[in-house]
Nanobody, 121 residues
Framework: QVQLVESGGGLVQAGGSLRLSCAASGSIFNINDMGWYRQAPGKQRELVATITSGGSPNYADSVKGRFSISRDNAKNTVYLQMNSLEPEDTAVYYC???????????????WGQGTQVTVSS
């Protein structure tokens, strides 16, 4: 059984910072891309940032220059450093990972349970 467990969400004032973490646990063979998505009330879930196993990041235009994604492959953990937060960043943030449980198993996509980020004006 694989679990992605997020932490680090909370309430922050506009202009502030938060750091999200997501640790993957379970019988994992290897992890390919990891990333963060978010869903605001009444809106569809959207990509925030992804990172390859080699460390190459990709960002949504709305967060470029403010957010930074990184990962620690030894810990199966992905991070999202969020700076200069804006009220528009308020959402539930979800961790996502493509991983294999063994060399013989196919690549599968997993989601975390989400962590709330609220930015007050």
């Amino acid at each position: 059984q694989v679990q992605l467990v997020e932490s680090g969400g909370g309430l922050v004032q506009a202009g502030g910072s938060l750091r999200l973490s997501c640790a993957a646990s379970g019988s994992i063979f290897n992890i390919n891309d990891m990333g963060w998505y978010r869903q605001a009330p009444g809106k569809q879930r959207e990509l925030v940032a992804t990172i390859t196993s080699g460390g190459s990041p990709n960002y949504a235009d709305s967060v470029k220059g403010r957010f930074s994604i990184s990962r620690d492959n030894a810990k199966n953990t992905v991070y999202l450093q969020m700076n200069s937060l804006e009220p528009e960043d308020t959402a539930v943030y979800y961790c996502n990972a493509d991983l294999k449980l063994s060399i013989f198993r196919p690549l599968r996509n997993y989601w975390g349970q989400g962590t709330q980020v609220t930015v007050s004006s």
